[in-house]
């Protein structure tokens, strides 16, 4: 079945303490991406991945790092979580850059940084 | 800056009719559309490429005015399947592949 997989689906974390949410798509699509959403600020672009070794910031990446080096996968690692990075987080992945093709994206990871 | 959607919220019996508009300050590449219920991720409806690109798809369909920088969706004859949130979506000319999302409109159909 064609998806995006992200791991864990709820973590609750301490301050400071670095964390990874994974996410691995398996449609071979070259355009990933991540996003937070917090109510009344809807779906905000944190990073995004045009293909492997290429990643771009969005509107809100302060605090995030992204890495990819393999297609598939698109990890986002919080090096040192606060507060304030507590959100519901989604992957989404797409066949080329969001110009022309639709996201599927990931069942989302709700996360409470204490 | 995001495209702004309104109504922000809509009540609708079950066969009535809506519209959700779509609007950005700056000059749009491509409007997408998706649907997120409740607890849910958001699922792909359909994309616009072209100024003046109208599609459909069963009984939802949106149109994509260039000019204006606006894109409509327009729910037809409305199921409680049809409740959730949509948000429009889009790559701004000259900003690479960066998507920004809408305020997005909460749309409730009742029985």
Same mark, same amino acid.
């Given at each position: 079945e064609a998806q995006v997989t992200q791991n864990p689906r709820y973590l609750i974390t301490v301050t400071g303490k670095k964390l990874t949410v994974t996410c691995s798509q *398996?449609? *071979?699509?070259?355009y990933m991406s991540w996003y937070r959403q917090d109510p009344g600020l809807g779906l905000r672009q944190i990073y995004y991945s045009m293909n492997v070794e290429v990643t771009d910031k969005g509107d809100v990446p302060e605090g995030y790092k992204v890495s990819r080096k393999e297609k598939r996968n698109f990890p986002l690692i919080l090096e040192s979580p606060s507060p304030n990075q507590t959100s519901l987080y989604f992957c989404a992945s797409s066949l080329t850059g969001g110009a022309g093709y639709g996201y599927t994206f990931g069942s989302g990871t709700r996360l409470t940084v204490v | 800056q995001q495209p702004v959607q309104s109504p922000q919220a809509v009540i609708l019996r079950e066969g009535e009719d809506a519209v959700i508009n779509c609007s950005s300050s700056k000059a749009l590449y491509s409007v997408h559309w998706y649907r997120q219920k409740h607890g849910e991720a958001p699922v792909f409806l359909m994309i616009l490429l072209k100024g003046g690109e109208q599609k459909g798809h069963d009984k939802i369909s949106a149109s994509f005015n260039e000019k204006k920088q606006q894109s409509s969706l327009y729910l037809t004859? $409305?199921?409680? $399947?049809?409740s959730g949130t949509y948000f429009c979506g889009t790559i701004r000319l000259n900003t690479g592949n960066q998507f920004y999302f809408g305020t997005g409109t909460s749309l409730t159909v009742i029985p």
């Open positions: *398996n449609m *071979n699509h070259e | 004859a $409305s199921q409680l $399947s049809y």
